[in-house]
């Protein structure tokens, strides 16, 4: 099974990821976390990358279908989780999976209201080491059985102005997807302004 989660940020595909893929075996592949990775590394990617990610931007197509095509190619089922992001990359994809002899089998886009991301975003710090998030507001932060270095920070680009872009951003380039995948009847759409197990439930409403 191959799955698309398509959402705004902070719409909870991140979080959701982790349970979908221990659930459904599926390779997880988020574009941020990868580029994140890189950038930490300081590789020739992570250094172009960082200076679209800090302001709020996409970075270009052509770098992130190079990227994500390498890791599709070798994995059996995937979970992308913020790729893709654009209409080009979208075509890009679907050609790439005709040529693997694969297909996308859902699209599940992530709906909750703009005013509710920005209070969530702003209100989001992550695990520098893991990637998993939590909301300052979070009783206790738990990382991923395999994190033993909890360090938390909030992104660069979960701060205000950044913010702000990221949801321009959003509203030109990737929700036109919409449309893309509603159009060959893969769109599946759920309402995300609920808990993260209503959330989890209803996408697993889906799946099965
Ligand atoms: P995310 O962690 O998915 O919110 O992504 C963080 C940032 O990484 C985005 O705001 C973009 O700058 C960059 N990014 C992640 N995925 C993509 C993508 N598919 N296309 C372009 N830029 C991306």
Do not use: W
Request: charged letters at 30%; hydrophobic letters at 35%.
């Amino acid at each position: 099974m191959n799955v698309i989660l398509l959402g705004p940020p902070g719409s909870g595909k991140g979080t959701q990821s982790y349970k979908l893929v221990e659930k459904y075996q599926l390779s997880h592949i988020s574009t941020g976390d990868i580029l994140r990775s890189q950038i930490s590394k300081k590789t020739p990617l992570g250094i172009e990358a960082k200076k679209y990610m800090d302001k709020g931007e996409l970075v270009p197509d052509n770098l992130i279908i190079e990227m994500v095509s390498f890791t599709t190619s070798k994995l059996p089922s995937i979970l992308l989780d913020g790729f893709p992001r654009t209409i080009n990359q979208a075509l890009a994809l679907e050609s790439e999976m005709e040529n693997l002899n694969k297909k996308i089998d859902f699209v599940l886009y992530f709906e909750v209201p703009f005013e509710d991301l920005i209070q969530r975003l702003s209100q989001r710090i992550s695990c520098k080491t893991c990637s998993k998030t939590f909301s300052k507001s979070d009783k206790e932060f738990v990382c991923l059985e395999e994190c033993t270095n909890q360090e938390l920070y909030q992104r660069e680009d979960d701060k205000p102005e950044a913010i702000t872009k990221r949801m321009e951003t959003y509203k030109e380039l990737t929700q036109p997807l919409l449309e893309f995948y509603e159009n060959k009847g893969l769109l599946k759409k759920i309402n995300a302004n609920t808990s993260i197990q209503e959330v989890s439930i209803k996408i697993d409403k889906i799946l099965q």
